[in-house]
C-alpha cells in the first residue's frame, strides 16, 4: 500500500478513536458535574445508555472526521510542522466543541452561564488532549520510520547526468525526507546506460518510469546560469506536470525575493516545495472543491428550466446542429477534458482549423451572439465543475493547440496548470476574451496573479465581479 494512503488511513483510525473516547469520557464528567441537569436519569448508568448519548458516540466521532478532513489534516499526512499540527488540531477541535454544543447540548438543562463555560471548555479539554496525543504519536513513528529508512519515496533526479549524479550522492547521504534516488532522467542528448549503477532514461521516459518504480517525486538539477536555461527548466516541468508527482526546483536567488515560494531542504540544499501544486493551504483547497461541489450541484437544479428554454431555442435556429457544443480543453496538471457550452457558431465554423473568436465574429448565431453577450454559454459548465475537472474560479482551460504556441513564447504559462480552470477568472473580468495569441499573452499576466493568491475573498471577489460583467452584458 502506498506509504501516504496506509499513514493516512492510521490517522482517520486514531481520530476515530480518540473522539469516541473523548465523547465517552465528556459523558461521565457532565454527568457528575452537572447532576441536578439530569434527574430524569436514575442513575450514570442509565445516563450512559439513553439514546442521546448512544446516538451521539456513533454521529460524534464520523462528524469530526469530516470536519478534521475539511481542515485539512489527512491532505499531507507526511512532514507535517509540529506547530502547524497543533494549531489546525486545536482549531478544529474547537470547531467541533462548538458545533456539538449547540447541536446537542444547548437545550440541556444547565443552571447557571457559567457551568455552561466549564462544560465548554471541558468538552474543548478533551477533544484536543486526546486527537493531539494520538496524532503526536502516529508524527512521531512516521518521522522515525522516515529517518530510519522504513519509508522511501522513489525519487527520479532530473537534469544534466553528470550533474543528477551530484544530486543523487548528496540525497543519498542526507536521506532525512525519505528520497531515494531510482532512476535519472537525462536532459542531454548524450546517454549511458547507468551511472554508478543508477539507471538513465530520456526525458521522453517519464511516465514509464513512474509505473516502473513507482516514482513519488522528480528533483531537477539547479539551472546551469546560461542564457534561457530558465526556460528549458520550465518547459521540463511542463512535462512532468501531467504525471501528478510532487516536484522539487532549485530556484535563483532573485526569485526568492519576488515567488515567496515555500522551502524545503534536500540534501543540503533549498528547493521549492512541490511547484506542481500552487501555494494554497489545505484548508482553502478544500473549501474552494468543496464550494464547488454545492454551488454546481444546486446551480444545475434551480437553473434546469433555464438551461432547458436555451437548449429549445438554439435547436429552434438550427433543428440539424447539436446543441452543445463539446470541445477538449487542458487543465489540472495538464490533464486534457471536455468542455461543455452551448454551441453558439455554425457547426462548420473550425472546418479551416482552429480560430479565435472576434465581436463581429460572422460564425456566430443569432442566438449565440445573446448567449455570449451574457455568457450563458458557459453554464453547462458547471457539469465539470461537478465532475472536478473545472472549479467555479481559475483560469480560463485553453486548447493544445494554443497552449503550444503561448508556451513556446512565455514558458511560464504552464504554471496556471498548478490549479483547476476555472468558469470565470481573474483574465476574463479584467481583459476579457482574447482574439489572437498575443492578447492571451498580455491575459496570462492576470491569470498568474489569481494562481499566486488563491483564497476565498479572492474567488468572491472575482464571482462578484462576474456577475456584475453577466448583468451588464459585457460578455463579448
Known sequence: MNPRLRLRIEYIATDLVSGS????????????????????????????QSQQVLIGQIIVPIALIFLYALSGYYNRPFFKSRVDEFVNTMMSTFIAMLGIYFIALLNDNIPERLKAYEIMLILWGLLF???????????????????????IFPTAVVGDPAEALAMARSIHERPSRGMKVSCILSTSDYLEDSYEGIPVYPLSEAKKICGMYGIRNFVLVPADGTPGCLDRQMKIITTLYPLDRAIFICP???????????????????????????????????LKRAGDIVASAVSIAILSPVLTAIAILIKAENPDAPVFYRQSRIGYHKKPFKIIKF????????????????????RVTRIGRTLR???????????????????????????????????????YYSLIHQVRPGITSWGMVRYGYAENI????????????????????VDMKILLNTVSTVLAGRGM
Open 252 to 286: 535563483e536567488f532573485s526569485q526568492l525575493l519576488t515567488m515567496r515560494p515555500r522551502l524545503t531542504d534536500v540534501a543540503n540544499v533549498p528547493l521549492l516545495t512541490d511547484v506542481s501544486a500552487a501555494d494554497i493551504s489545505p484548508l482553502t483547497q478544500n
Open 21 to 48: 473516547i473523548a465523547w465517552f469520557v465528556f459523558n461521565i464528567v457532565r454527568y457528575l458535574t452537572l447532576p441536578g441537569a439530569y434527574t430524569t436519569h436514575s442513575s450514570m448508568w442509565v445516563f450512559m
Open 438 to 457: 498575443d492578447q492571451m499573452v498580455e491575459r496570462l499576466r492576470y491569470d498568474l496573479l489569481y494562481v499566486g493568491n488563491v483564497s476565498f475573498a
Open 373 to 411: 453577450r451574457y455568457r450563458l454559454d458557459e453554464l453547462p459548465q458547471f457539469w465539470n465543475v461537478l465532475r472536478g475537472e473545472m472549479s467555479l474560479v481559475g483560469p480560463r482551460p485553453e486548447r493544445e493547440y494554443y497552449i503550444e504556441r503561448i508556451v513556446a513564447r512565455v514558458p
Open 343 to 362: 454551441r453558439t457558431m455554425r457547426p462548420d465554423a473550425e472546418a479551416a482549423g482552429p480560430a479565435l473568436s472576434s465581436p463581429d465574429d460572422s
Open 129 to 151: 488532549s486526546m486527537t493531539f496525543i494520538f496524532r503526536s504519536i502516529i508524527s512521531y513513528t512516521a518521522r522515525r520510520k522516515v529517518r530510519c529508512g522504513k519509508v
